[in-house]
């Protein structure tokens, strides 16, 4: 009677060691759970495209619609998608309203760079100025300008209008229209 005794205790105790260690394995599975939730909780929209450079995306932007292309560039604020024959579209994180075509990968929160971290829609927005190329200006409310980026303020944008198929001229020149950097959604460029 003493081993049958002895025998149901040593079951006891290696029964209760399995539930131990089962539980130790459920806390330590939700603690990782909680920890892989609090790293995404970091990601930024700008890590995620940083990841995805060279990729094919498709846009839904507010005031454009549907743009889809090669994301080229992307800084804190914006990107640059490569579309059909040559254009480009500079694409300000404020106006995108979806982005499909990511992959599951994400660059990590921070790793960028200082430098990179300064390119911002406003630096995007002088090498427009810089290189004197007609562009077609999308607005949020779905209004379209055409002309060249002539100077980029700290919360604007002016654009000289005229149009698109003509260099900027004096001549041709119909006006200039400041535009508020919140206003844009798209700015394409052939």
Known sequence: MRESDAGRWERL????????????????????????????????LYDRLRAAVGQQLALTVRGAGAVAGALLEVGPDWLLLGEPYEREVLVPFAAVTSVGGLGRHSAAPGSQGRVAARLTLRWALRRLARDRAAVCVFLADGCQLGGTVDRVGADFVELAEHPAGEPRRASAVRGVRAVPLHALALIRRP
Do not use: I
């Open 13 to 44: 105790f290696a029964d209760l060691e399995d539930q131990a260690d089962a539980l130790e394995r459920a806390e330590e599975a939700a603690q990782v759970g909680d920890r892989v939730r609090a790293e995404v909780g970091d990601v930024r």
